[in-house]
């Protein structure tokens, strides 16, 4: 019988040598499929064998059924899984064969592959690309998209097999960039990218000091050293031989290539050295720095004159350059004939941050001091003495002309005869009384004649040449009769047992001779009961009072044989106070405080007046029972016309008892009497708010009452300010002085610190001259009666005229949007940010509780030059966790969104693996040669 021949045939894709040698790693595809047979695909069995065995459905390599073929899909294949494959087919009892030989070899490999290389300029560059291969590997460069090799115009070397690119003569202008070592093997292609950059030692180019290497004393010198090289150069300084590298001390101020010397002394002179190194080498250079020092001035020595008498001042100096000296007193400027015209519209002598000499006064002088002509202190001096004697001219106007013309003479006769006997150029300025002589190039002498009361005070010499100013003073003093400068207060408080210190302190020269009247009789000091401590310009008694003893009325008197003055002060004696009567803590009820009032008159005598309430507070339904006032609680408050209880509950009510105390003793407790608190209010306004700036800038406030409801956060705003005032310089440049001294005034106001008040007074008092003393104590006299200070208080009748000044008018506007921060309740303190120099600034801050906000504290302040850093509202840690947090957020909600859709990621893993699901579905899902996701994969390529 014959058989037609079968018309159908099989064929494996790809074809021959498209199977050998393919990549491992990378899924590979082999279709069987069957040609020209035109019956039902039904017909139709496809299977894969290896080694006589069919191949499974799923696995690593798998096969997958499809209408007149059949997939061998090896996923990730190895070396191991290469060999032969068979494809058999059989058609309705007809069968056909085809074999597949199919090899894998793994892809070329870089070993230890470096991305980025850094050659020397100007040597002969190797970049290197070791790859692992077959021998049929080959390995070729490309730069900016074209392959190099030997024939490029850049003259390109390759060796090791082309692994190793040496380009000559490396510049890193045109050589610089991406270089691509490419290795390819049969089907498989890899590429690694190599980013060339050429590095170069560095080379110090600029090394900048202070010119002519010349820096001043007490200034700041900066030593600039710039290099240039790849990578960055890092720098490093040393001064002189040492090997010890200059870091950040409060001496040097280190910023890679800028070294700032601070407050140049002569010891800083001397060769700095500057290194600047990289990875491929290092530079040096040194700088011979010289200091230029400020003048030197002997010191000066203290004079003491009658008035009418002369007085000559004489100060010696030295030093480098040109000096020019002068002698300043209180806004007179005093200089040697022909130093006015040069220095006439000169500011303030140079530099401005010079540093005080051994007698330790204040060099910082204003324009307006310095720039004062002789000249003008003349006009002025005439102009005071013509309104002062106006009418002692009228009456002896032809005998003072007289006798002025004859002292004139007599100056004039003086002064010739000193010019002769000296032999020296000495020149006298036109004013009157004063005259400035030049005496060689390092003497200045000022010549005060028929001095006054007036000129007292500190003279001071001022020095000048290139390097800055250096001053030195002396006291010019008086004999002058006795001024009170200050006293103990006019009513001391003691009691029986206790010590009492009471004092006078004057102005005077020579100092006084002091006596203490009691009684009419001198105080003699027993060393026991009383104790005498007489100073040169001040008295002190301590007296220890007893009943009957040592109280009364004391009269201090001085006595410097010019003059005499005196000043009585009473010591009262203080007795225990009443027992509080008619007590009434139900007038104004608050939150989480009482508020007491007591009997009109009760405590008008000062001699009993209380300094303090202590109250024994008990809760009403803790008195229901057996209650002993010994088990009340105890709070202490400062006596006042309304006295606060302190630390009470909201809406609670007590009953409380009361006594009054004083330095003498302690009363009996009050009758009982109810008191009662109110729900919560919102908290009160913070008593204390600063703001400080250092490197940044901090607010700090003081936690507030909090009205019976505990503080739940604060709110801080910040709002810049600006300045209406601002052609008015001195306002500016002393606005964050004042600033801070009104807040200590208001401070010691509000928190009755008398002995801040005291100090303050003294170094007010000790700035004005004697007449304004003078007009000082006669005001303090005339106010006496009403002025009521005690213990050791002192006073100065210029403190509250000085608050006013301090307050000036300043109007200042808003300037863009607050900054607005909120933060917990356990915070008092907050860092800010963006916080500009020499800037105004508005500070608010509120607390809130349950209730809601109270009302906000408000400062001002005006910042210098700090701060010299912003500082962020959160830490980079903080920054970073958050950052953390919520990726790992996203992360979760991406998973739970494949879960739901796909089933996949790694909620659906733990499913699978732990809890059992999705297992059922998978089986049914092969069964039905869907394969799952793959399956889907395949399907499209397979169509494809």
């Known amino acids: 019988m014959f058989t037609q021949p079968s018309r159908w045939s099989v064929v494996i894709t790809p074809h021959a040598e498209r199977l050998q040698n393919r990549r491992t790693g990378d899924n590979f595809l082999v279709v069987c499929k069957v040609k020209d047979f035109e019956g039902a695909a039904s017909d139709v069995k496809i299977e894969w064998f290896k080694d006589n065995k069919i191949l499974p459905k799923f696995g690593s390599v798998m096969t997958i059924e499809r209408p007149y073929s059949n997939q061998l899909m090896i996923n990730r294949p190895k070396i191991s899984d290469g060999g032969e494959y068979e494809c058999r087919v059989d058609i309705n009892g007809e069968k056909q064969e085809v074999s597949a030989e199919i090899s894998f070899v793994d892809p070329p490999k870089f070993i230890d592959p470096d991305t980025e290389q850094h050659p020397e ?165 040194v700088f011979d720095l010289q200091i230029y020092l400020k003048p030197k001035i002997e010191v000066l020595h203290e004079v003491t004159k009658k008035e009418g008498e002369d007085v000559e001042l004489i100060c010696s100096y030295s030093g480098e350059g040109q000096l020019k000296a002068q002698f300043v007193y209180g806004n007179q400027v005093f200089r040697a004939p022909g130093h006015e015209e040069d220095r006439e519209e000169e500011e303030t002598p140079k530099p401005n941050n010079a540093d005080d000499d051994d007698d330790g006064d204040d060099e910082d002088q204003n324009s307006e001091e310095i720039t004062t002509t002789v000249a003008q202190n003349s006009q002025e001096e005439e102009s005071d003495n013509e309104i002062k004697d106006q009418s002692q001219e009228q009456d002896e106007n032809g005998e003072e002309a007289e006798t002025q013309n004859e002292e004139e003479n007599d100056e004039n006769q003086e002064g010739q005869m000193e010019q002769e ?133 004391f009269t201090c008197k001085a006595d410097n044989g010019v003059g005499k003055i005196e000043k009585m002060i009473e010591v009262v004696r203080i007795a225990i106070p009443p027992t509080p009567r008619e007590v009434d803590c139900k007038k104004m009820v608050t939150p989480n405080y009482g508020r007491c009032f007591f009997a009109d008159g009760l405590y008008d005598d000062e001699e009993s007046r209380p300094t303090e309430m202590e109250f024994a507070i008990a809760n009403m339904e803790d008195m229901e029972g057996d209650f002993d006032w010994k088990d009340a609680r105890v709070e202490r408050s400062k006596f006042e016309n309304e006295t606060i209880v302190p630390n009470l509950k909201p809406n609670s009510q007590y009953m409380v008892r009361v006594r009054a105390i004083n330095e003498a003793g302690e009363s009996e407790f009050s009758e009982e009497t109810a008191l009662e608190t109110t729900n919560p209010w919102a908290p009160e306004p913070p008593e204390i708010v600063t703001m400080e700036c250092e490197e940044r800038c901090t607010v700090e406030w003081s936690v507030p009452n909090d009205h019976g409801a505990e503080i739940t956060g604060y709110r801080i ?109 356990e915070e008092n303190q907050l860092e800010l940010t963006h916080i500009k120099p020499h800037t105004y600034y508005r500070v608010s801050v509120a607390a809130q509780n349950e209730v809601g906000w109270g009302e906000a504290t408000q400062i001002e302040h005006e910042t210098d030059d700090k701060p010299t850093e912003t500082s962020e509202l959160f830490s980079t840690t903080k920054i970073a966790i958050a950052a953390g947090v919520a990726l790992l957020f996203l992360l979760l909600v991406i998973d739970l969104t494949c879960y739901a859709l796909n089933g996949c990621g790694v909620i659906a893993c733990i499913c699978l693996n732990c809890l059992g699901r999705g297992a059922n579905r998978r089986e049914k899902d092969v069964e039905a040669g869907r394969g799952g996701e793959s399956g889907h994969l395949l399907e499209k390529d397979g169509a494809r």
Request: net charge negative.
């Open 717 to 825: 705003i910040v709002q810049e300010l600006a300045s209406d005032n601002e052609d008015n310089d001195d306002s500016i440049a002393n606005s964050e002085e004042t600033t801070t001294a009104d807040s200590e005034d208001d401070e010691k106001e509000e928190e009755g610190e008398e002995e801040e008040g005291k100090n303050v007074s003294e170094e007010m008092t000790t700035a004005i001259s004697s007449q304004e003393k003078a007009e000082s104590q006669e005001n303090q006299e005339e106010e006496e009666s009403g002025n009521k200070k005690t213990g050791s208080q002192e006073f100065d009748d210029d403190t509250t005229d000085k608050d006013s000044e301090s307050d000036s008018d300043k109007n200042r506007q808003d300037i863009g949007t607050p900054f607005v921060v909120e933060v917990g309740p």
């Open 121 to 285: 300029e100007g040597t002969k560059a190797e970049i290197k690309c070791q790859v692992e291969g077959t021998d049929q590997m080959e390995v070729f460069w490309q730069f900016n998209g074209v392959t190099l090799d030997e024939t490029h115009p850049r003259k390109y070397e390759f060796s090791d097999d082309k692994q190793t690119l040496i380009i000559p003569n490396f510049e890193a202008e045109k050589d610089d960039g991406i270089y691509n070592c490419n290795a390819a093997q049969y089907s498989s292609f890899e590429t690694l990218s190599i980013n060339v950059t050429g590095y170069s030692a560095p080379e110090i180019t600029a090394f900048e000091g202070p010119s002519k290497n010349l820096g001043f004393e007490g200034h700041d010198i900066e030593l600039k050293c710039a290099a240039t090289g790849k990578p960055i150069p890092l720098y490093q300084w040393y001064f002189e031989d040492s090997d010890e590298e200059l870091v950040d001390t409060d001496k040097y101020k280190v910023d890679g290539g800028l070294l700032i010397i601070e407050s140049a002394t002569e010891n800083d002179a001397g060769k700095y050295k500057c290194i600047a190194n990289n990875t491929v080498g290092e530079s040096e250079k």
């Open 421 to 553: 006997e000296s032999a020296r150029r000495r020149k006298r300025s036109e004013s009157e009384r004063y005259s400035v002589y030049a005496e060689g190039d390092n003497k200045l002498i000022l010549r005060i004649t028929d001095i006054s009361l007036e000129d007292a005070g500190d003279y001071k010499c001022l020095v000048e040449n290139e390097a800055g100013v250096s001053n030195r003073s002396t006291a010019v003093n008086i004999i002058h009769p006795p001024t009170l400068r200050h006293y103990s207060g006019p009513k001391i408080r003691s009691y029986d047992g206790n010590t009492a210190t009471i004092f006078c302190d004057v102005s005077a020269v020579p100092a006084p001779k002091w006596i203490w009247i009691h009684d009419g009789d001198e105080v003699e000091a027993d060393g026991t009961s009383i104790v005498l401590d007489n100073k040169k310009e001040r008295s002190e008694l301590t007296l220890t009072t007893k009943k009957g003893q040592n109280y009364g009325k």
